[in-house]
């Protein structure tokens, strides 16, 4: 099998990685030529448009950071779409919005293509591990067939059904990660201000059911007060919290928690915190 | 050292016997002189009063559930403190009020006794395997001294400083243990009523950062929307959350997060699950 | 000044005999003729597309329920901007989105005409007794051409400015409206589980600072935990909360309150009380 | 009937100035005495302990700031309390809590007397114009005589039931008071972040159902963003809502908004706010 990658960003760099150490065929364009280097030197073949990736595999993945880049690299007479065929399928691990991936889900099939949207969950580390979560949606029949593909990037690969549920899965997931960094926040800020070790505050909570890689990765810079290098910024976030409340009033389900976490998170936006690792929203609650 | 132990319910037998089996000698009592039976049957040696206990051994350990309890074993004739003296230690397991508490202290410091508030995190299974978390607080020179016996009792023993710490540290915990809970809750909602499948959502929470063993072990009830029988009763988290809240007036922290989770639980108490466990507060959310 | 009126509904028809009774020339046209009829009698011209009601008007008044209806009268060979031409002015009375009265303005301007999106405050009672609160924004010289026009319907006339301010206005107006029903919802909740006297909580409060017309027409169906007749159905009162709320994220302004109250009323319509009045959002504080 | 007046503060004052116009025998004290002065002028007698006030008088009013205050002119050889007897009535003005308002029923009681607690809403100017509320709560026998003399200070006087009735109303009264406030600072920080006048937004709320002198008094304040003088402080707003989710909590009723509206002020408590009037909370929406 013949696989393509699009977009070599951090993320892409380490998943087209995996896929070469894995032993696959693979055709590579990014949009800075330059990053294509490292996996030619490995045995990549660099093309000069998303088209010849298209044309020269069997399944094309692509990796952009926003629906503008994936509308870059997708449409077009040097487009990805373009180089698209019955029998081929298209692969989009970004994180974008529901009515973006439905359109390119439109556009494949047009083409008699198959799509899955796969939008993972993990940053740099687990994509170079090859320990990423993918939450793949779309073609069936694509997902059976690119499984060994995604397996050789991630550790968790699930089918989520149509188009779209995906998208919706990460918004849940986001969710409940806002919510459970606000309340760190909180607990931490009632323990500051109560004269307790913050440390300690981390330690039990380690040590208890609750614990977990966030707060261990997280807790020491919020315990500090410290600057937060943005792994995850706090501006995505707050979009994936509206997002989130978007589809629940969609689907009418009141959540009241949500609500005030995405207040919390509209409030250190304000304050000036967006380009920070969403874990400053402490810094807010910290006052 | 002789060692005594106050209290044999669930947590408390669990406790006393991995004292035997470090090789302590044990004195025990409880109100049900029963529950003694067990740790007779391992070498322990029963008496018939609290105050008997304390008069035989160089540090006594009290587990009770409320501070009712913790005062009964405590006070009269037959009590604790009527066998406390210059030298002996006082180590009070039980999760109590800061009042209480600090009247516990006030008490046997009055008999030229040493004391320590203790309360644990864990339940029953970290309590038999000997992997609690002992957050104590009060005179250092008895948590030095009874460090080891702790050591027999749990993995994790912190010292906290004066009286009240553990106590404060206790509701710092347990408010993000329910703003947690709450996050899942509504993001399992908002899943369902989107269509999602929820065991997937679970896998999804389980393969990334915020991988847990609260989600790990409470998850697929919620998911179910089924019965939750009690490990932790709803009324207590709501309890703690109240407690936590007036910590955060006293010193003047804002708290919106928290305010609204307690509101959550505030509501399923009204839904008469105050004796279900937290957890079900996710069924008021599903609605 | 020839005045034309376009929609007669229970606003329209009022507002309509208003300008009657000021003595203008008034042209009507209704989707349903027969509406036309009492405006007959009283004086009024009757014709057969809105089209027609613009050309033999100087100004075109129009007062329509969603925008679809207004793009209804307003598009296409019947519409009234077939009728527009330079010099006449194009009034709007409904209360609509951002998005379809700007477009509105921009073609009322491409033909020449000049545009007013005029939304107003108060409903049957103040619509008949020319007591109306009229937010106009747009072209400042149909706003003074216009004014004793406006002025025949209401009695609070304001220029916010451009058009879409007035839409603004109206949402910052219902965010107040929605937060001030919901806390009366909740001090009568409270009121009433502690066992005291609604209709004196009812005379207390409107003996004081807080004394308002709402509260006196809405606080006694409150008391009685009735059924509530929609003068205005709770579903638009959350739709306008939901419409303020992404306002207020494009502006980068954190409102913890009325993001709460939203999800009351996202409650109370999951419940099945979105056609119910906006006050029906006690009955779920009640439980 | 002779009355008597303990605690001549502004409201105190005023409220006995007011039976004096109504022809009332009348006896006072004051810890601080040179306030007594205008009140004799006008043909009041002044004597040196509230004990003597209670001796000279058939029903003894007190209207004092705090439980403290409270307790210090009722408890000891010179207290109201010394100089009752059977046939006497006590009415207290002073807003307190509920359990130091029970323990002065209980000891009036003690000593034959009847007892009222009648917490006022209004200031100053409702004060002077005898236009206050009289929440009164307690004895029937004592309203049903004092009726009278309660009418020469207010306009509207309610009798609640049994003592802590009153307390209670007030404290859902102020939720309500503390939560419409906290909407119209949030509605005005929208209108202001999204460019619009707030002097017109003020007009507009004037305008409709929603007018109420509150709104009146403190809009142009808010809408200035300038200082607020303590009419009302918010740290005493604070503790009533503080109180009120107390309350709240004991009959089981969830208060989203409330607990929402309480962290707000919290907010602008830990912000150094306390000491303004309670509208200045919308300088901490304002941010």
Request: some cysteine; charged content about 20%; overall charge neutral.
């Amino acid at each position: 099998m013949n696989i393509g990658f699009v977009g070599l960003g951090i993320m892409g760099s380490a998943m087209a990685a995996n896929l070469l150490k894995a032993g696959y065929q693979l055709t590579v364009w990014n949009r800075s030529p330059e990053k294509c280097e490292p996996l030619v030197a490995s045995g990549a073949k660099a093309v000069t448009t998303p088209r010849q990736v298209a044309e020269t595999s069997d399944i094309v993945c692509a990796m952009m950071a926003t629906p503008q880049a994936v509308m870059a690299v997708r449409d077009g007479a040097d487009g990805i779409l373009a180089g698209m065929a019955p029998g081929k399928g298209y692969l989009d691990f970004s994180t974008i919005d529901l009515e973006t991936s439905k359109e390119t889900a439109r556009l494949a099939r047009e083409r008699g293509a198959l799509f899955l949207e796969a939008p993972v969950a993990g940053s740099r580390k687990p994509a170079e591990d090859a320990t990423l979560t993918i939450m793949a949606a779309g073609d069936r029949a694509l997902f059976d067939t690119a499984l060994p593909v995604m397996e050789a990037m991630g550790k968790k690969i699930l089918f989520l059904g149509e188009v779209g549920n995906a998208a919706r899965m990460k918004l849940a997931n986001n969710l409940i990660m806002g919510g459970m960094m606000a309340s760190l926040a909180e607990g931490m800020a009632l323990a500051a201000r109560s004269g307790l070790d913050l440390s300690q505050l981390l330690e039990v909570l380690d040590s208890g059911a609750m614990s977990n890689p966030m707060f261990r990765l997280k807790g020491p810079a919020i315990a500090a007060n410290a600057e937060f290098p943005p792994a995850f910024p706090l501006k995505h976030m707050q979009k994936d919290l509206r997002l989130a409340l978007r589809l629940a009033e969609e689907v009418c389900q009141p959540l009241f928690v949500a609500a005030t976490v995405n207040e919390l998170y509209k409030g250190a936006l304000a304050s000036g915190l967006g380009d920070s690792d969403f874990a400053a929203v402490s810094r807010l609650v910290r006052g």
